[in-house]
Each structure stands twice: as structure tokens, then as C-alpha cells.
């Protein structure tokens, strides 16, 4: 079993930048973790995805490519989404998300994942 404990939302300004974390209880080596967002009225959909397991193994949805950056502190086994150059637009709750072993399937997919956290709340103003 995986808890997931997402922290660093709040309210920014068009242009500012926000790091959230996830901080993971239980085994999360070797498989793939994610963070998704939903806005209210959408479905849930994923903007970064990486395979524990490797650096190489990272995609990102087309919209935050360049701005955001997925990263793991192996040690503290926490997940890292660095938000940049934020726009309205990102405006969501964010989910941390990981697979309870490694799997293959397309990252984009809720679905390839077991474990969700509880959301952190991001808001961007223009």
C-alpha cells in the first residue's frame, strides 16, 4: 500500500511559479509516478509522468512542455512538479499519482495508476 500526500499549491500570478510536492509512504521503486490536474467541469488529465526506475523515462503533456519539470528526491521518496511561467490556464486541483508495481500501459491513462493523493489546490490570476 501507497499513501500519497500532495503539498505547495496556492494562488499565483500569470508568470509566477509554484513547486509541489508528493511526498510517498510505502514502496515506490520501479514503476512510474504522476501528476495529473483536473479543473472543475474537465476530466482529470495528466501533465507529467516519469518511471522511478531511470532519469530516462519522463514524459510531459504538450501544454506545460517547457514550463514544468517532474523530478524525485529518491532519498526523501518524494515527487517534485516545478511549475513555471504559469498561466491561467493551469489552474486545477493536482494529483500525485503511482502505479502499486510497475506495469506497462500508456502514462496518460488514470487507469495505470493505484494510488492517489488528495489533491492540492493551484490557482493562477491573470
Known amino acids: 500500500q501507497v499513501q500519497l500526500v500532495e503539498s505547495g499549491g496556492g494562488s499565483v500570478q500569470a508568470g509566477g511559479s509554484l513547486r509541489l510536492s508528493c511526498a510517498a509512504s510505502?514502496?515506490?521503486?520501479?514503476?512510474?509516478m504522476a501528476w495529473f490536474r483536473q479543473a472543475p467541469g474537465n476530466e482529470r488529465e495528466g501533465v507529467a509522468s516519469?518511471?522511478?526506475?531511470?532519469?530516462?523515462?519522463?514524459y510531459y503533456a504538450d501544454s506545460v512542455k517547457g514550463r514544468f519539470s517532474i523530478s524525485r528526491d529518491n532519498a526523501k521518496n518524494t515527487l517534485y512538479l516545478q511549475m513555471d511561467s504559469l498561466k491561467p490556464d493551469d489552474t486545477a486541483t493536482y494529483y500525485c499519482?503511482?502505479?502499486?508495481?510497475?506495469?506497462?500501459?500508456?502514462?496518460?491513462?488514470?487507469?495505470?495508476?493505484?494510488?492517489w493523493g488528495q489533491g492540492t489546490q493551484v490557482t493562477v490570476s491573470s
Open positions: 516519469l518511471y522511478t526506475g531511470n532519469s530516462a523515462n519522463i
Open positions: 510505502g514502496d515506490t521503486a520501479n514503476r512510474y
Open positions: 499519482a503511482a502505479q502499486s508495481s510497475f506495469r506497462s500501459g500508456r502514462v496518460w491513462d488514470t487507469a495505470f495508476y493505484d494510488f
